[in-house]
């Protein structure tokens, strides 16, 4: 099965295409959204994922439709991705953050704890694997990353239960890891959801560093939009959702400028960003009853000013250790 796009209508509305406009998707996927968007404009669309096997689809829809153009990469590289492709500002950005269900569904990509396959978990196929993590991490560091990108409250009895199996054996696969999971916090007793899943996720945000990419995204998005170019972002948890409000809150001077306590708080750079709305933009009851995977996704739209981007870096606010620390002990 393909993948379902969310908040599709939402999405398009807030990009709201234009004839003669050009757009950059950084999440490309199934090209569900940027299908819809090149249906409603004669527009320009550069469609980036770091997948392989999305890029591969984006090539062939590219031969039936010229104006999509498909760039191999991170889209938190989008303006240097977009600036060897002789592009220097678009009117859209769209980021759909998260996994498709291409990736989910195909066993051999290793991100689900449903299917059997190789502990692999990397979107763009590079770097260390969900398997470097679990196998070679400490078991400190372990708890620090189930913790603050799985929001797991049992994150210590379960890395400590990855250490002990792995002194024996390794890990090799996604099933052999969600039974040590399962074994470790005492099977489902009757939850809804698997006992891996946080833990899952956590792994699979790690070697992907997907807040980091985030971070870096939004930073890219402001240097390459024009003013009046429109920034829209679907995200599927809170934690993805706390950075991009957070980002917007702040690039829009909706931060709110000194207190009691702090009086002189010194004025930021100029607002880069103008809110289209404050609330995050959910999906409605008729979307999460056909597509169950909406549920939790929230959609953030903010307009580009003619202010210059701002030079400070994004924060992701987690202390995970850097995984260029990991690759480098491999
Ligand atoms: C939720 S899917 C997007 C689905 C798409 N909107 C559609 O309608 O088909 C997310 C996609 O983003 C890609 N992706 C995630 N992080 C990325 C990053 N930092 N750079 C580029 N692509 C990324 C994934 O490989 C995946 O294909």
């Given at each position: 099965m393909?993948?379902?796009?969310?908040?599709?209508?939402?999405?398009?509305?807030?990009?709201?295409?234009?004839d003669g406009e050009t757009y950059v998707?950084?999440?490309?996927?199934?090209?569900?959204?940027?299908?819809?968007?090149?249906?409603a404009a004669d527009c320009a669309l550069y469609g980036i994922d770091r997948d392989f096997d999305a890029m591969t689809r984006a090539e062939a829809l590219a031969g039936q439709h010229p104006?999509?153009?498909?760039?191999?990469?991170?889209?938190?590289?989008m303006d240097e991705l977009?600036?060897?492709a002789g592009v220097t500002a678009v009117q859209g950005v769209m980021l759909d953050i998260g996994v498709s269900s291409f990736q989910i569904d195909e066993g051999e990509r290793g991100f689900s704890f449903m299917r059997d396959g190789p502990l692999d978990m990397r979107m763009g196929q590079t770097g260390p694997s969900a398997a470097d993590v679990v196998n070679h991490m400490s078991v400190g560091d372990l708890i620090t990353i189930f913790r603050q990108l799985g929001e797991e409250r049992q994150a210590k009895r379960i890395a400590?239960?990855?250490v002990t199996r792995r002194s024996a054996e390794p890990f090799k696969t996604t099933l052999d890891l969600a039974q040590c999971i399962e074994d470790a916090v005492g099977?489902?007793?009757?939850?809804?959801?698997?006992p891996a899943t946080l833990t899952f996720q956590a792994i699979r945000m790690y070697v992907n560093d997907e807040l980091g990419e985030l971070a870096r995204g939004l930073a890219a998005a402001e240097r390459l939009l024009a003013p009046g170019g429109r920034l829209v972002v679907v995200t599927f948890h809170s934690l993805e959702d706390r950075l991009v409000k957070q980002f917007l809150r702040e690039r829009s001077g909706a931060m709110g400028g000194g207190s009691r306590y702090m009086p002189e708080v010194e004025k930021g750079p100029?607002?880069?960003?103008?809110?289209?709305?404050?609330?995050?933009?959910?999906?409605?009851?008729a979307e999460i009853k056909v597509n169950p995977r909406a549920r939790s996704s929230r959609?953030?739209?903010?307009?580009?000013?003619?202010a210059p981007a701002w030079a400070q870096p994004v924060e992701t606010g987690n202390t995970v250790p850097p995984l260029k620390a990991l690759e480098a002990a491999l």
């Open positions: 393909g993948h379902v796009p969310v908040l599709l209508d939402e999405v398009l509305e807030a990009l709201d295409p234009r998707d950084g999440t490309f996927g199934g090209g569900g959204y940027a299908l819809r968007v090149l249906a104006k999509l153009t498909p760039l191999l990469g991170r889209f938190g590289e977009l600036s060897t400590s239960a990855i099977g489902r007793r009757g939850k809804k959801t698997h100029e607002p880069s960003f103008e809110l289209k709305r404050r609330k995050a933009t959910e999906p409605g009851e959609l953030r739209v903010a307009v580009r000013t003619e």
